[in-house]
Every structure is written in C-alpha cells, then in structure tokens.
C-alpha cells in the first residue's frame, strides 16, 4: 500500500477535455494544478498541455478517462512514453470500466461539478488521496544500449586503427555504465557483441525504471547510449493503494493477541499475532488489510475485547453457542497455515463463523446485480438485518442522481420507503439552500485565500533567495578556505619531498654497497652531530644514532670539555672531530695522547636533515691531513725540544764536573 496519504510534498494535475475532440485537429483542454493548499486553474491546448507537463513534472496527471489525452491506444502508448521521469498518468474512475465521476467524488468526499473545470478539479483531488488506477504501457525493465555512434565505414591500415579506436571505446564506455550498475545496487544482465578491437555494442537488460539508473541517454563521439523501457502486452491499469476488500475477522483476545482474516468465499488471507501491539496498532492492521463485515470469537459469550474491535468497525458479530474443542479447531485449520495457537485459535473462529453464514452469503452473491459491489451490499445485509434487494433498492435511490442520466429501474417502494425518500428530499433542499446562503461567504473566502496564498508564495519565493544567498557566500568563504589549505598543503608536500630527496641519500650511505648506488654522490660521507662538548651529550647522540669507531664527529660547540669528556670521546675513536668553537687545553692533550685528529668545521659544507647530515669526503679528509701536518709539526717540535734539553742538562753536568776537577 502506498503511504502518501496527502498530496503536500506533491504536484497533480486534473485534466478534462474542455471543448472540440481528441480525434479531431485542435482539442482544449482544462487543466488544475493542486499540491495539497493551492489550486491553480487553466484552459490550455493540447501542445501547451504537454509542453506544461515537460516544464513542471507534475508526480501525477489525473483525468477521469485516459483516452481523452489519446485518441487510440497506441497514441496512448506514445503519450505515457514521452511523460517526464516521475510523473504518472493516473485514471480516477477506475480500470477498463471506469465508474460515472460523480460516483467516485460522493464516495471520497471530493466537490464535483459538470463543468469541465469541476471534473479536473475533482480528479486531480481525487488522485492526490490516492484513488484511481496507474495507466501503463511499459514494465520495470529498461534496456540501456552501449553502441557505436559513428559507422567504420570501409579502407585500408588506417580505417584498421579507426575501427579499433571506436570498438575500444564502446568497450570503454560499457565497462563505465556495467560500474555504475553495480555501485547503484541494480540487478542487470549484460550482453555484449565482440568486434576488432573492443564491442560493436553492449546490451544490459535493468530491473528498474528509467528515473532510477544512475546512466543517461546521449551521443559522444564515437559512442551512442540509448535507453528504452520494456513495453507491456497492452495498456495495463495499477491501483493507487491497494484494495480493501470486504473480509471476515477472527479474534484469539489475550496476553498475544491473534488476528485472521478470509475473503467472502472463506479463503484465509492473512494470520498476524502480537505480545507488543495496543488495540489500536492492531485496528489499524486489520484497516490495512481490509474493510470487516463480521468479527468472530472462538469462545462464548464474546469476549469484551473482540466486543470492542467490532463495535470499531461497525461490524456484524459472530460468537459460537459454546466454546469450540481444540479437536474441532485443528481440523478446521488443517489446511491453512499459522505460527503458533493463537493463530490458529483465530483462524478456526473466522472459518467457523464463514461456515455459519456461507448459505446466507451464497444467496447474497446470486442476487446482487453484476454492478454492484458484493461486500458492500453483503457488510449492508448482515448489519443492518434487511434482506438483499431492500439494500440494493436504496442503494439505486442514493445513487439515482449520481448518473448523469444513467438510471436503473427500482421495484415499487412501500409507503415508509416513500416517506424517507421524501424526507430525504426536503432534507436535501434544506442543505441546498444553506448552501446557497453560504456562497457568498465561500467566494469571500476563496479570494482571501488567494490573496494570502500569493502572498506566501512570495514570502517563500523572497525567503528561499536569501538562502541560496547566504549558501553562496558560505560556499565562496568554504572555498577560500580550502583553496589556502591546498596551498599550505602544497607548500608542505614540497619541503617533504626535497627531504625525502635528501634522506634517499643518507640513505644510501648507511648501506655496505654504497660505491655501487651513490653514483654521483659517492664522494659524500655521514657526520654525527653533537650539540655540546659534554658527557650529557655524547651520551644523548650515542643513544639516539649510534656513535661508532671511525665516524665523523661533529661538535657544535666544542668549548667546556674536561679530560673525562674528552677521554670519553676518543674511547669511541672516532675518524676525526669536527668541531665549532675552541677545545680546552685539556680537550686537546686527551685528543692529541689518542692520536683522534680533529679540525675547525668552518671549511666543511655540512648538509643537515634533522638529526643527519652529511660531508664531502674530500673536504673530511683536507681536515685529517692538516692535523695530521700539525700532529708532524708538534712531534718535531716536542723532539727538537726534547734534544734541546738533552743537550742543555749534557753541558750543565759537564760544567759541573770541570769545577769539581
């Protein structure tokens, strides 16, 4: 069943022949447009009639009969193809035999008039609550065409490339429309027809319409899609909501409440059972699924709750004349089928109930005339205790001015029938004339309401402008935004990668086969480096990096060491000390007693990433060779020295012994 019960979040549009014919060259149409507040009303030609339907994609067009928009059925055909996604064509007054207008608008409450304005009025209304028959011509399937949009034509090499191009394309292009099936959740098959090259064409057969494939009809180049809806037999006719009929009710009342439900000829239709539901969850069950004409228990008396549910519906009440045996009930329920006992227990009270009025509804159904609705005349009959023909005479007489000259001929009614018809009558000319009264007030009325409908209209009109205004600017600002986060993150990805670039290579200066991938940068060589000439930071680099025999050691400041630091340092042995400032004196006797040479870094390029850095190997070993010239240097100097006092303490004991001769 369908749950739009109003027409608020919708638009419909009720269209009546105004004047000329549809078979002839230029009929006009009255056409009404209501969206559940508003009615807007116009007389219009046949092309401006769909032109109008093409610009607003009304959800429905409703019309009392379709083929006054066609004038055959395959005219028909054509219109129900060429209607926007979305919108259907919906006929009020029923299928193949539609019912008088004027029927349908008394039973569900709509104004109705003879004018062609009126009926439009009253079948777009009428539409809007979900009354009338779907008038359709093509099924749920669509078929989606992936082909060739130019032809390959014939020639040599070259025409070979062009027929490939266009077959790889349409394979392209299928494989995108096959993609977005899929993540669309569609159920499709897929046919496609191999060529040099790709497909010449790929056909998928969808289960859903048009409005719901995420893929559009159109021509590109070298690849055609086209969509199609699968045609139907002949014009086929859907209800709105779906039916209710006429059923008899089983209750099993309780801590779970059971329910069963047969048609006029006993048939079970459907068992529901509860422990959650309230009294009203469950009428509106039973209102979903039918309209009950009786209401049966399986126990006697009937139980207050099944006395409850029967007065809520009207209905007619059944109970047996003593409680049924389980025995009995199971093998009334034999055949059907049910959960648990409760159901079952509902079950038996519906069919018993059946049983106990099936020749009173046999007799029903030979007499009412063919027509006339057999539940309704049936639900008449056993409520209000009066036999057939009483009911369907009255129901001729209620429905006697409905027909639009169509009337049926009615037995001689007896002197109290009479006496309601004419009290009816005056009735009628009362309320006629209270109607007349009030007119003027209506019409008063309606131009207020018009008024204040314009007025709204533009209120929502000027309200949904400043929306869209300040969406703008949040969109613009929103932009801005991400637009200098995309740059900062831009910025960002550049110094990452140059550091990438530059880990790439201490990288490869960390591997044993190093000669062979530096290439290029094989004169590079790795620098540790340490903040300060202190344990504290040696230790810290050790920890951190690792500090190894025959490293390049760089201190950044190399002042404030003692022996003990100093000597730490040279335990490592490192390759030499590279340093940033001036060594104490005691720094640089541990160094120069541990043979570690050592250099200003100002002559060194040293290139840093983080805690890394490397240096050329040549400026590394100029460094080693000027220490290694200063350490010559001082050794000769503390050897001249050294013979210098050799000699000095030679001549002074040489003195001394002369004086003591």
Do not use: C
């Amino acid at each position: 069943m369908s749950t739009r019960t109003t027409a608020l979040d919708a638009l419909v549009f009720g269209v009546d022949i105004q004047s000329g014919d549809v078979r002839g060259s230029a009929p006009s149409y009255a056409v009404v447009a209501f969206d559940g507040e508003h009615v807007d009303r116009d007389v219009v030609s046949r092309r401006k009639l769909r032109r109008l339907i093409d610009r607003e994609e009304p959800d429905v067009v409703a019309t009392d009969n379709a083929y006054e928009l066609a004038e055959d059925k395959d005219a028909l055909v054509g219109f129900l193809r060429d209607l926007p996604p979305g919108t259907k064509l919906v006929q009020v007054t029923g299928a193949e035999r539609p019912e008088p207008l004027s029927r349908v608008a008394k039973r569900h409450g709509v104004p109705y008039g003879k004018q062609p304005m009126k009926e439009a009025e009253a079948a777009a209304r009428l539409a809007a609550a979900n009354v009338g028959q779907e008038v359709t011509a093509f099924s749920d399937t669509t078929r989606v065409k992936v082909s060739r949009g130019r032809s390959t034509g014939k020639g040599g090499w070259s025409q070979d490339r062009y027929t490939r191009r266009i077959h790889g394309n349409v394979r392209k292009r299928a494989r995108e429309v096959e993609a977005q099936l899929q993540e669309a959740g569609l159920d499709f098959e897929q046919e496609a027809t191999e060529k040099y090259g790709g497909y010449s064409q790929a056909l998928f057969t969808v289960e859903a319409r048009p409005e719901d494939i995420p893929v559009s009809a159109n021509r590109s180049g070298d690849v055609r899609v086209e969509i199609t809806r699968e045609r139907t037999d002949g014009i086929e006719f859907s209800p709105l909501a779906k039916r209710r009929d006429h059923v008899i009710v089983g209750i099993d009342p309780g801590t779970t409440t059971a329910v069963a439900l047969l048609d006029l000829d006993g048939t079970p239709l459907d068992v529901y059972s509860t422990r959650t539901d309230d009294t009203a969850a469950v009428i509106e069950w039973i209102i979903e699924h039918g309209r009950p004409l009786l209401v049966a228990a399986d126990v006697e008396p009937m139980p207050e709750t099944v006395e409850k549910f029967r007065r809520s519906f009207d209905a007619a009440g059944w109970h047996p004349d003593r409680d049924l045996p389980v025995d009995g009930k199971k093998h009334r329920t034999r055949d059907a089928a049910y959960d648990n006992d409760h159901e079952r227990d509902a079950l038996a009270a519906a069919l018993y109930a059946f049983d106990a009025h099936a020749d009173q509804f046999e007799r029903i159904a030979r007499k009412v005339p063919p027509n006339f609705d057999r539940g309704e005349v049936t639900a008449k009959v056993l409520s209000e205790e009066e036999s057939v023909e009483t009911v369907v005479d009255r129901m001729v007489v209620e429905e006697d001015d409905d027909e639009d000259g169509e009337r049926h001929l009615a037995r001689e009614l007896t002197a109290e029938e009479k006496e309601i018809k004419r009290l009816r009558e005056r009735v009628d000319r009362l309320e006629s004339h209270v109607s007349d009264l009030k007119s003027t007030v209506a019409e008063k009325d309606a131009e207020i309401e018009e008024y204040e409908a314009e007025l709204s209209a533009a209120r929502r009109e000027e309200r949904r402008e400043a929306r869209e205004r300040r969406e703008v600017t949040r969109l613009r600002r929103e932009n801005e935004r991400l637009e200098g986060e995309l740059d900062e993150e831009r910025e960002r990805t550049e110094r990452v990668e140059a550091k990438l670039e530059q880990l790439k290579r201490l990288w490869k200066l960390d591997h044993s086969n190093f000669a062979d991938v530096a290439g290029e940068e094989s004169d590079l060589v790795p620098v540790k480096p340490i903040e300060q000439f202190t344990t504290a930071a040696v230790e810290a680099a050790d920890e951190s990096f690792g500090l190894a025999e025959g490293d390049v050691v760089y201190l950044r400041d190399a002042s404030g060491a003692g022996r003990s630091t100093a000597e730490l340092l040279a335990d490592i042995e490192p390759r030499v000390v590279l340093k940033d400032g001036t060594l104490s004196e005691q720094a640089r006797e541990v160094l120069h007693e541990r043979d570690v040479p050592y250099g200003p870094a100002e002559g060194v390029t040293i290139q840093e990433i983080d805690e890394l850095a490397v240096a050329k190997e040549s400026a590394v070993e100029a460094v080693v060779a000027d220490w290694a010239e200063r350490a010559e240097e001082r050794a000769q100097a503390e050897t001249e020295s050294m013979v210098d006092e050799l000699i000095s303490e030679h001549r002074a004991e040489r003195r001394k012994e002369g004086r003591s001769g």
